[in-house]
């Protein structure tokens, strides 16, 4: 079945650092990806919805230019955090979907953020 | 503006017997998809079920069934024969159109032994 992988799964950085996060489909090609945050105990917030050779959609409230979001290929989607500051501390979960146009979304594990 | 409610924060079950999840949203679409995820400790969200909204079959996943009440705008989960490994956050879905989903708030299960 289709896979996403997500790397890395936890990642610690110091306040004003940037942290990128990469979103691979392994076994398919996904011409959309979807970046979520979730919080502890809470669901999942979508933030932007990346296409495979153009800029990323935002959700509203979301800044564009603390979450960059690269989808360079149609196997690779990045999440940059900019300038992390401990209230971006979340965990980031993104989604893709086979290109052929199967009706589900398929998850990654997950990335833990945590900024000092 | 659609929106999914899951009214049960937590739910525990016996294990061997069957629990429901209960699920509400609301949307003006006609034509819409619904899923059920669950999300282990580990925090991989893992499909459980799906049901397309023209559909007036329920649809059905071993263990896992779905009560889609259209009109209602209603879609719970069954979960026959619970099991130890079924103890997870379970969060409806909903999705019209674009691959937007809406996720509710989530429902704790805990089984017993």
């Known amino acids: 079945g289709a896979v996403v992988s997500q790397h890395p799964s936890w990642v610690i950085c110091k306040s004003g650092t940037s942290v990128k996060i990469e979103c691979r489909s392994l076994?398919?090609?996904?011409?959309?990806m979807f970046w979520y945050r979730q919080f502890p105990k809470q669901s999942l917030m979508l933030m932007a919805t990346?296409?495979?050779?153009?800029?990323?959609?935002?959700e509203q409230g979301v800044e564009k230019d603390k979450f960059l979001i690269n989808h360079a290929s149609l196997t690779l989607s990045t999440l940059t955090v900019t300038s992390a500051h401990p209230e971006d501390s979340s965990f980031y979960i993104c989604?893709?979907?086979?290109?052929?146009?199967?009706?589900?979304?398929?998850f990654g594990a997950g990335s833990r953020l945590t900024v000092l | 503006a659609q929106t999914v409610t899951q009214s049960q924060p937590e739910m525990s079950v016996q294990e061997a017997e069957t629990v429901t999840l209960s699920c509400t949203y609301d949307?003006?679409?006609?034509?819409?998809?619904l899923f059920w995820y669950k999300q282990p400790p580990s925090r991989q969200m893992i499909l459980v079920i799906r049901?397309?909204?023209?559909?007036?079959q329920n649809a059905t996943e071993n263990r896992f069934s779905v009560n889609f009440q259209k009109a209602a705008k209603s879609f719970s989960l069954k979960i026959s024969d619970s099991q130890l490994g079924d103890a997870a956050m379970y969060f409806c879905?909903?999705?019209?159109?674009?691959?937007?989903?809406?996720f509710g708030t989530g429902t704790r299960l805990k089984v017993l032994a």
């Open positions: 989604s893709a979907r086979v290109s052929s146009g199967a009706n589900v979304l398929t």
């Open positions: 076994d398919f090609q996904a011409t959309t």
């Open positions: 990346s296409n495979e050779g153009s800029k990323a959609t935002y």
């Open positions: 949307t003006s679409e006609s034509d819409y998809y």
């Open positions: 049901q397309e909204a023209y559909k007036q």
């Open positions: 879905a909903y999705r019209a159109g674009t691959y937007k989903y809406i």
